[in-house]
């Protein structure tokens, strides 16, 4: 299915005009288009938070994917991963059911030509954005749905890359891909094109945001601590850890959230060590809850935060004060790390060490970056630097999300804090605004 252009009601003359919501789509109760809702929008209208536009964002984003591809000298991509075709089209489809069953793709061509491939061949879920020139179906060659004809399908499929790249590409045959079945890679390679790595190209294209985005972020970060807030609100002894995150699941959704890529909550003895998974255990007095959010909410964009509450009647013990203490000023002497310009190495080996006591159980990273989803580049700890894998700096635009786990090998419980900071011209903004706890930190 082909699109030249995409018309809607206008209002000029005779011509009629919808109304539009504050983010520039459409105010219409039916619109396929999923978005935040007006629970979000009037929260944020309340604190002042400016809502991106997103065919604005749309469009900035496809320049900078063409701008990439065409300084590398390549003739289009080919994007598999969800997350790659929601930059690129901001048009979504089962995002997780697609992360496991590879059915959509988007090509784009280094001049900006779109085609979606999509569940079926129509564009139900693509025809609002006018980027998206093509939708079509069939980029399917998984097992699942292909059987004995995953080659077949897989080879069918390449043919229609191949004419792609020969109509829109002129002759370059360097094709750029984030993922792909080992099928599809034959069928391509076979074809004369020259496959290059396509997951480069996004995470570095993704890693520095433009003005929507940022604005698309900050709104983001906000509808996930208002969720927090509520699921603090409802956090007690006596229930389990299952109930209190599915509060933050709720809330995420009743924003217009999309949904939540771990379930890292953990309670009491299970806080340490680290990355033990929610589950039905019940919440003990004066325990601590630690969790992280690893939130993909409104416009799709990733809330990261991480906090640690105490729970109970009594009062928190001078351990899980110690505890909290340590990761609190852990972070805060990193975020100072943070700067443009500033080379990663510099902020592998500088700020804040972690003491022996806690070195052995640290978290995986001391810093990453993070948009659509936890993003390029992993900044990590000085005893897995892996020398010459990330030899780049902090730029402006670019978002960090400065993390600590706090909890010795054997211990008793453990501390998980993280905040996400935005890095400017002049150094960062700090995103995330939740609280940190008073009773701790006394």
Known sequence: MKRESFSGRKKAGDRFEPAVKPDGTPDENDRVEIGPTQLAFGE??????????????????????????????????????????????????MQLWAAHNPFRACFVSAEGYMVIWDFKNEDLLTAYNPLVRETRGGASFFYFTSGDKAEENATRFAAEIDQLMREHAGGNRRLAIDKIQPHGLRALEKLGLTILDGEEVTEKTRSVKQEEEIKALFCAVHACEQSMLEMQKFARPG???????????????????????????????????????????????????????????????????SRTWFLGDGQPSDEQKRLYQYGYRHIQENVKLLGPGVPFKDIVFGGHMLSEEFAGSRYSAKMHGVGLCDEWPHIAYPEDYHEGAFKYSLEPGMVICVEAYVGEIGGSEGVKLEDQLLITEEGYVKMSQYPYEEQLLE
């Open 44 to 93: 944020w209208a309340a604190a002042g938070i400016d809502v991106p536009n997103l065919p604005k964002m749309r469009t900035h984003r496809l320049q900078r994917l063409s701008n990439a591809l065409k300084l590398r000298d390549y003739g289009g991509i080919l994007l598999f991963d969800p997350l790659n075709i929601r930059f690129a089209s901001d048009t979504t489809n």
């Open 239 to 305: 229930i389990t850890e299952n109930d209190i995150w599915a509060v933050l699941h709720a809330e995420n959704i009743k924003r217009g959230g999309e949904w939540i890529e771990t379930r890292i909550l953990s309670s009491g003895p299970r806080t340490n060590p680290w990355f033990q998974e929610s589950g039905p255990r019940v919440i003990g007095n004066n325990e601590l809850l630690a969790f992280d959010t690893d939130l993909i909410g409104c416009f799709g964009m990733c809330a990261d935060i």
